[in-house]
């Protein structure tokens, strides 16, 4: 792995983890923790952004238990759809970004809806698990309560997430875009 | 004397195959008992209480799902799956607090095996707390500006923006100069390296690694036999 | 042999028309300082970035023309097998120049010896060296992200000097220092010019480098306009017309003669106090 890369991936981890403190400090309801990983993804291509997803998760794990460690799947289903988003210009405007993100958050959805069912019995992170009990008190069988509640959040999370990460992308000096021929293609230049 | 850095990973792995293979609820319970002892009798009290207050909302939720609301599996089941959250969580927990990255990396180095994978989880948690600071200042500045972080959803939503990309922006922008001073050192990622200070595998590591294996061995042949 | 070679290089970063060098053709033997001096943007810091082999490679852009280092090209893969450890740059932030993955400042300055398979025992040797020379031995047990700038800036020069390279490309490496850490440095310098290594620096401190260098190179829209020793640029016109200036004591000359005209102040302008009291008393 070149040295540009081993500099890049434990960045882009770092600013998942760092996310979290924004959107706690501004009192979002959002996990913004995908950053770091759709931003490599569209860099450097699927394989970078995968190793910068379960390299995020590992770390998380580390911080906050091992419990979270099977939500990696997310995390490798994100990376690729996004490098996939690049290879389709899907950075190239905000309205594109939003609809990529839309796409990735459904799939994302059920990668962790399923993960949450199978592995947590429904309950997982809070903020989903909150939606989750009320849904299920409000009636809904607990696996389409897990399914609703992981893949609306979701949604909504990957939308933003892509949105600013294709903002990024399109200001990012000439220069330095150069560097990353997954980029150019992205933003569509 | 203090273990090698490999063995508190494998005893993590071990909680957490245990944590499921062996039987609901009584298992997963007396795990839990086991490795909150283990960390007291160690000096790290402490930690059983921070992984707790980690899972205590997860506890909430899982009674409320199970025990409480109609369709749920049980009161067994919400404290089978608490158990196996707080062995999981409290044995990472001390993990972490033990972890020293210079010895994970002389412990990889000591193997001659690449040293890609352990360089990025080192320098992850070095570069963890480093871009929090960073995220923390350009909040400050932002704020410092006229960026006001109450209000509206939309308002707040809006206010990612020039949060998020100057992080993000400022990130890209050093990782040449990183990678340079790398290349500079002779780092390359993928050659062998002198460890500096080899940790040694002692009787105490071979044991505690044993004593996992059979454990996991055991209960997983007590399930599927 | 000549340490630095380089021969009609021109530098073209991406999405930029103008060159960032223009056909620069440089020649440093061993044993010499030699100083490169130009407004921002001028080229320095570019010229030491491809004499490194590190652009256009972690830069992007594009490079013609021919660069040797120890005899060796650090634009081809064997030629930077054969330079590992034995060039030392170093970029203004300090920050930047850190591993990343040291515990303490001993591991530090250790990083690089140990990357280039030394063995245990020439590695404490060397960083036991590297840290004195420095003045940091009372900071090896410390965490280097803990440290001051002026701290780290220190680290970074032992953790490179404990390797003994035969080239330094310095880039504005001391802006983090204080004065005693630049006087440490200043010496350092001086002692691994004795010793018979080639240094290229970019700096901005006519004053100090009027007496530290054997030779300036002054930088213009990438172009060289001159190169010959600090004296004669320094109390010069031309220091001011296509660079940044000459010593302070030159530019209070030089603006003494815009307010009187005499003929006694005239070019070239005095470069420190003595020459100063000598011609103006």
């Known amino acids: ?189 | 004397m203090k273990l090698h850095p490999y063995t508190p990973f494998l005893l993590v792995l071990a909680t957490g195959l245990l944590a499921f293979l062996l039987p609901a609820p009584a298992g997963p319970a007396a795990l839990y008992a086991v490795v909150a002892a283990a960390a007291v009798v160690t000096g790290m009290t402490r930690t059983v209480l921070a992984a707790a207050l980690l899972t205590l909302p997860l506890w909430a939720f899982l009674l409320l799902l199970h025990a409480i609301l109609p369709g749920g599996e049980g009161l067994a089941a919400a404290i089978a799956q608490g158990s196996r959250l707080g062995a999981v969580a409290t044995a990472s927990l001390m993990l972490i607090r033990g972890f020293e990255p210079s010895r994970f990396l002389d412990a990889a180095s000591a193997r001659g095996a690449s040293l890609s994978a352990a360089y990025l989880v080192v320098s992850t948690l070095e570069a963890a707390p480093r871009l929090r600071r960073q995220a923390a200042a350009i909040l400050e500045a932002q704020r410092a500006r006229g960026l006001r972080i109450g209000g509206s959803a939309a308002g707040r939503l809006r206010a990612l923006v020039p949060l998020t990309l100057p992080l993000v922006l400022g990130t890209l922008a050093e990782v040449d100069d990183r990678a340079m001073a790398l290349e500079v050192r002779g780092f390359g990622g993928g050659q062998a390296r002198t460890p500096l200070d080899p940790p040694s595998v002692t009787a105490r590591d071979r044991m505690l690694r044993w004593a996992a294996l059979l454990a996991v061995m055991a209960s997983a042949a007590w399930r599927f036999l | ?281």
């Open chain 3, 1 to 281: 042999m000549s340490a630095v070679e380089l021969e009609e290089v021109t530098f073209r970063y991406a999405g930029v028309d103008a060159p960032a060098l223009a056909g620069v053709s440089l020649t440093v033997p061993e044993g010499t300082i030699c100083w490169l001096y130009g407004s921002p943007g001028a080229g320095a810091s570019t010229l030491l970035l491809a004499a490194a082999g590190l652009a256009p490679r972690f830069t992007g852009g594009s490079i013609t023309g021919r660069v040797r280092l120890l005899g060796a090209d650090p634009h081809a893969a064997e030629g930077r097998a054969a330079l590992r450890g034995r060039v030392a740059y170093i970029g203004a932030v300090p920050d930047l120049q850190l591993s990343g993955v040291a515990g303490t400042v001993w591991e530090e300055v250790a990083f690089g010896p140990a990357n280039l398979r030394w063995p245990v025992e020439r590695i404490r040797a060397a960083v036991e060296d590297a840290a004195g020379r420095l003045g940091i031995e009372h900071l090896l047990g410390r965490r280097p992200s803990a440290l001051s700038g002026g701290e780290k800036q220190r680290v970074v020069f032992a953790s490179l000097l404990a390797f003994a390279p035969s080239v330094w490309l310095l880039d504005e490496a001391d802006s983090a220092l204080d004065a005693e850490g630049r006087a440490v440095v200043a010496s350092l310098i001086g002692a691994e010019r004795e010793r018979g290594a080639a240094i290229v620096v970019a700096a901005e401190d006519a004053d100090a480098m009027l007496a530290a260098a054997d030779r300036v190179v002054l930088l213009d829209r990438g172009a060289m306009v001159f190169d010959g020793p600090p004296r004669e640029l320094l109390g010069r016109e031309l220091a001011w017309e296509r660079g940044p200036g000459g010593t302070s004591i030159a530019s209070l000359g030089r603006a003494a003669l815009a307010r009187c005209g005499s003929v006694r102040l005239a070019e070239p302008y005095p470069l420190d106090v003595r020459e100063a009291v000598a011609r103006w008393r």
């Open chain 1, 1 to 189: 792995m070149s040295p540009r890369l081993l500099v890049l991936i434990p960045s882009a981890v770092a600013i998942n983890l760092a996310m979290g403190f924004l959107t706690n400090q501004l009192g979002l309801p959002l996990y913004l923790d995908t950053i770091g990983t759709v931003l490599t993804a569209a860099l450097a291509g699927p394989v970078v952004g995968v190793v910068t997803g379960l390299v995020s998760q590992v770390v998380r794990s580390l911080y906050e238990g091992f419990i979270w460690l099977p939500f990696g799947f997310v995390q490798v289903a994100i990376a690729l759809l996004a490098a996939l988003a690049a290879r389709g210009r899907g950075f190239r405007s905000t309205a594109a970004s939003l609809g990529w993100g839309a796409f990735t958050g459904v799939g994302g959805g059920v990668v962790s809806a399923l993960i949450s069912y199978v592995v947590f019995r429904g309950v997982t992170a809070t903020g989903v698990t909150a939606v989750t009990t009320l849904l299920a008190g409000a009636g809904l069988t607990r696996a389409q309560a897990v399914t609703a509640a992981s893949v609306g959040t979701d949604l909504v999370d990957k939308m933003i997430v892509f949105a600013l990460v294709g903002a990024a992308l399109r200001a990012l000096p000439m220069r330095v875009a150069a560097r990353y021929p997954w980029a150019v293609r992205a933003v569509g230049r």
